[in-house]
Each structure stands twice: as structure tokens, then as C-alpha cells.
């Protein structure tokens, strides 16, 4: 495993920090990438081998000059994990087009761009790209029409990345996290909000950043050699609940 190499966007924090860490563990060296450069060079700064690498997803010219540099630092790509995105989330009727493609720009448009750009290195090492969705992409919720469109729209993709690069030996899966107990999610949610998701999720908690890096490192792995065109929910089972009434629960 000492040469593989694994690419991991919104690598400066939360579940793409969790991942380069494991990926680490497992043999990998990583290529970190993020918009925020200050805080991408501080994370990195502590860890053995990666390179950091300052990166906008959503701007082509961006990705294609940070991937090249990828490839000219550490030789070839055995991993993409398309971590990167935003939550800009408000109601249906005033999410204006700014608020819509500002969220598509990122939580799409990049997990598009970096997987192209990517690709012919995937092909050559017949490697695997693991896209991060959500369970807001699996079912309707308020406040999220750009948001949960943007990440249905990742898992149709991943499906259509295993069905045409999987002649390649390429595969591609994709992970839907449910609440995660980052720092974000404890700054903005109330405890009203934490009591409603204990109250849905089957587990009765939120998950950690690290319970959605072990999936995604899973997926990255020999021992997913298998596994393409899956949409796997690490959500405590949230998205199994259907309607779930409280009052029906013991």
C-alpha cells in the first residue's frame, strides 16, 4: 500500500480531515485539498505523509492546475474522495438562483470537475472514487432545495461513474452521511433539534466524523474490490425510518 495515493477534497476539517487521517493509517499517501488555504496548511502542517494543496473545486481552472500538480508531486491517482461542499440551506421560496448555484457550483459542479480530471489517472491505476452525498439526498427535507437537490443529483452520478468506467477496473461509491456531531452542527443545532434527530435515528445519536472516515476508507480499500455503484447511508439508520413517529416509538 506504501504507493497508493488518494486524493481528498474538503480535507482541512470534519469528515475529509477524519478521512486523510485513516486513509493515512491504511497505507495511503494524501494529497489534501481545500479552499481555505490558511487552515488546510495548519492541518497538514502535523501530518506525515501529505501534501497540501489549495484548491476551489467549483473553478475549473483551479482543479485542473491542482490536479496536475498532484500528479507531477506523487505520480498517480488510486483515490478521489469527493469530499468538498457547502450547507446553504433555507426555504423553497427564498432560495434564489445566487443560493442555488452557489450550492450547485461546489456540491456538484466540483465533484464533477475533480472526477474528470481525475479519471484518466483512475483508469491507468484502476482506482476508485468515493463521492460524499447525504442523507439529504435520499429523502426530502425542509430547508434544503438546493442543498438535497445537489446531493441527489452526486448519487445518480456516482451511479453513472460505476456503470461507464467500470470496464475501466474503476469504481465509484458513494457515502450518505446523517447527522454528524461536528463542531458546525453543535454550534447551529438547539437542543430541540438534537432531542428530534435522538428521537429519529434508530441509534439514538449523532455520528462522528470518524464513523463516516471508516466507510469511506472502507470503500477506498482492496476489500471493497467488489463494491462500485453503491450508496451506502452512514446514518445511524435514519434513512430506514420512513415516517418514524415519535409516538410510535418505546
Same mark, same amino acid.
Given at each position: 500500500?506504501?504507493?497508493?495515493?488518494?486524493?481528498?477534497?474538503?480535507?482541512?476539517?470534519?469528515?475529509?480531515?477524519?478521512?486523510?487521517?485513516?486513509?493515512?493509517?491504511?497505507?495511503?499517501?494524501?494529497?489534501?485539498?481545500?479552499?481555505?488555504?490558511?487552515?488546510?496548511?495548519?492541518?497538514?502542517?502535523g501530518l506525515s505523509g501529505v501534501r497540501a494543496y489549495p484548491c476551489d473545486v467549483s473553478d475549473p481552472g483551479s482543479v485542473t492546475a491542482t490536479f496536475a500538480a498532484v500528479a507531477a508531486d506523487m505520480g498517480?491517482?488510486?483515490?478521489?474522495?469527493?469530499?468538498?461542499?457547502?450547507?446553504?440551506?433555507?426555504?423553497?421560496?427564498?432560495?434564489?438562483?445566487?443560493?442555488?448555484?452557489?450550492?450547485?457550483?461546489?456540491?456538484?459542479?466540483?465533484v464533477f470537475l475533480c472526477s474528470q480530471a481525475a479519471t484518466p489517472a483512475l483508469i491507468a491505476r484502476r482506482g476508485v472514487i468515493v463521492n460524499i452525498a447525504s442523507?439529504?439526498?435520499?429523502?426530502?427535507?425542509?430547508?434544503?432545495?438546493?442543498?438535497?437537490?445537489? &446531493?441527489?443529483?452526486?448519487?445518480?452520478?456516482? &451511479?453513472?461513474?460505476?456503470?461507464?468506467?467500470?470496464?475501466?477496473?474503476?469504481?465509484?461509491?458513494?457515502?450518505?452521511?446523517?447527522?454528524?456531531?461536528? &463542531?458546525?452542527?453543535?454550534?447551529?443545532?438547539?437542543?430541540?433539534?438534537?432531542?428530534?434527530?435522538?428521537?429519529?435515528?434508530?441509534?439514538?445519536?449523532?455520528?462522528?466524523?470518524?464513523?463516516?472516515?471508516?466507510?469511506?476508507?472502507?470503500?477506498?480499500?482492496?476489500?471493497?474490490?467488489?463494491?462500485?455503484?453503491?450508496?451506502?447511508?452512514?446514518?445511524?439508520?435514519?434513512?430506514?425510518?420512513?415516517?418514524?413517529?415519535?409516538?410510535?416509538?418505546?
Amino acid at each position: 500500500m506504501a504507493d497508493k495515493i488518494a486524493i481528498v477534497t474538503g480535507a482541512a476539517r470534519g469528515i475529509g480531515l477524519a478521512t486523510t487521517r485513516l486513509l493515512l493509517r491504511d497505507g495511503f499517501r494524501v494529497a489534501m485539498l481545500d479552499i481555505d488555504a490558511e487552515e488546510l496548511h495548519a492541518r497538514a502542517e502535523g501530518l506525515s505523509g501529505v501534501r497540501a494543496y489549495p484548491c476551489d473545486v467549483s473553478d475549473p481552472g483551479s482543479v485542473t492546475a491542482t490536479f496536475a500538480a498532484v500528479a507531477a508531486d506523487m505520480g498517480g491517482i488510486d483515490a478521489l474522495v469527493n469530499n468538498a461542499g457547502i450547507a446553504d440551506f433555507g426555504p423553497i421560496e427564498e432560495t434564489d438562483f445566487t443560493r442555488w448555484r452557489r450550492v450547485m457550483d461546489t456540491n456538484l459542479d466540483g465533484v464533477f470537475l475533480c472526477s474528470q480530471a481525475a479519471t484518466p489517472a483512475l483508469i491507468a491505476r484502476r482506482g476508485v472514487i468515493v463521492n460524499i452525498a447525504s442523507i439529504s439526498g435520499l429523502r426530502a427535507s425542509t430547508l434544503r432545495v438546493a442543498y438535497g437537490t445537489s &446531493k441527489a443529483a452526486v448519487i445518480h452520478l456516482t &451511479k453513472q461513474q460505476a456503470v461507464e468506467l467500470g470496464e475501466y477496473g474503476v469504481r465509484a461509491n458513494c457515502v450518505c452521511p446523517g447527522p454528524v456531531r461536528t &463542531k458546525l452542527a453543535m454550534a447551529v443545532h438547539s437542543q430541540e433539534i438534537i432531542d428530534a434527530y435522538h428521537d429519529a435515528i434508530p441509534l439514538n445519536r449523532y455520528g462522528s466524523e470518524e464513523e463516516i472516515g471508516e466507510v469511506i476508507a472502507f470503500l477506498c480499500s482492496a476489500r471493497a474490490s467488489y463494491v462500485t455503484g453503491q450508496i451506502v447511508a452512514s446514518d445511524g439508520g435514519f434513512e430506514s425510518t420512513g415516517v418514524g413517529l415519535p409516538a410510535l416509538r418505546k
